[in-house]
């Protein structure tokens, strides 16, 4: 199973980014994904989830008018489009995948992918 999060990176504020997660090893489009992110020593949190078959997505109440999740079953890719960001969008992003429900809980979900850096600057 692996979940490859890739496309951080270095921002300015205002700037954009498109974050994706390649999926391989377990039936993707079986399974509700989401993104994540975390600072140093703050707790891992919710940014986006979509349903497995993209019948809804939801959102972080900071995030919704700025980001917004698709996924491609075909190509087994997540993918998170993120503009006008902020400093304090500054984490590693993590993708992740639960066979079960989409929550907000990051110890509900099966797999998780190694994350992807992104900084923005002010």
């Known amino acids: 199973v692996q979940l490859q999060a890739s496309g951080g990176g270095l921002v300015q504020a205002g700037g954009s980014l498109r974050l994706s997660c390649a999926a391989s090893?377990?039936?993707?489009?079986?399974?509700?994904v989401a993104w994540f992110r975390q600072t140093p020593g703050k707790e891992r949190e919710f940014v986006a989830g979509?349903?497995?078959?993209?019948?809804?997505?939801r959102y972080a109440d900071s995030m919704k008018d700025r980001f917004t999740i698709s996924r491609d079953n075909v190509k087994n890719m997540v993918y998170l489009q993120m503009n006008s960001l902020r400093p304090e969008d500054t984490a590693y992003y993590y993708c992740?995948?639960?066979?079960?429900?989409?929550?907000?809980?990051?110890?509900?979900?099966?797999?998780w992918g190694q994350g992807t850096q992104v900084t923005v600057s002010s």
């Open positions: 992740a995948a639960d066979a079960m429900r989409l929550t907000v809980v990051p110890r509900d979900y099966d797999y």
């Open positions: 090893g377990f039936s993707f489009s079986n399974y509700h």
């Open positions: 979509v349903t497995w078959r993209e019948l809804s997505t």
